[in-house]
């Protein structure tokens, strides 16, 4: 599959992932997640983009999280989380989720929340029970959400069975 160049060259270093991505992987990137290709090339992309997304130098004052977001990316991964979606996919876009909104940026959280992340989030968690590799991922993402803004927590904690599917991990 194409995206695995682009994902090999930038899962090397730093350095390497500022060059990918000027060169403009990001946009044909998110164009594959846009068909419904084989669960194989899904996949691909997503690894692509969370190799894409690691740290770049601090040196570096380009955020590669806020132009995925501005090219439409968070549509494309809610998309695919579903319970009834190919585990092995849903898995790999909680990465790429969890790649998305790690750290305190307040403007990505929002925008995950405001295009439907908790209810979407919550459905998997209700579905996710002895799934560990779904639910290491899951739980990031939850945790990264949470870390922010109050009202942040709240959004999630006001979707249905929220609690009740996270008590029932315990």
């Not at 419904?36 to 692509?48: C, D, L, R």
């Not at 790999?92 to 295009?115: C, F, P, R």
């Not at 560990?132 to 803004?149: A, D, E, F, H, M």
Request: proline share 5%; hydrophobic share 45%; charged share 15%.
């Amino acid at each position: 599959f194409s995206s695995l160049l682009p994902s090999n060259v930038a899962g090397d270093c730093s350095d390497c992932r500022v060059v990918v991505v000027k060169a403009g992987s990001m946009g044909p990137l998110l164009k594959l997640l846009k068909k419904n290709g084989p669960v194989e090339m899904i996949v691909s992309v997503a690894f692509a983009l969370c190799n894409i997304m690691r740290p770049i130098h601090p040196s570096v004052k380009f955020d590669v999280r806020k132009e995925l977001v501005k090219l439409g990316i968070l549509p494309l991964i809610l998309r695919f989380l579903n319970p009834s979606q190919d585990q092995v996919i849903v898995q790999e876009m909680l990465w790429v989720l969890s790649y998305l909104t790690a750290g305190n940026d307040d403007q990505i959280h929002e925008q995950v929340l405001k295009t439907g992340a908790a209810p979407l989030l919550t459905q998997v968690l209700g579905s996710a029970k002895g799934k560990v590799s779904t639910l290491i991922p899951l739980l990031r993402n939850i945790g990264n959400l949470c870390s922010g803004q109050d009202i942040y927590t709240a959004k999630l904690l006001q979707e249905k069975n929220f609690l009740a599917y996270l008590w029932s991990l315990l």
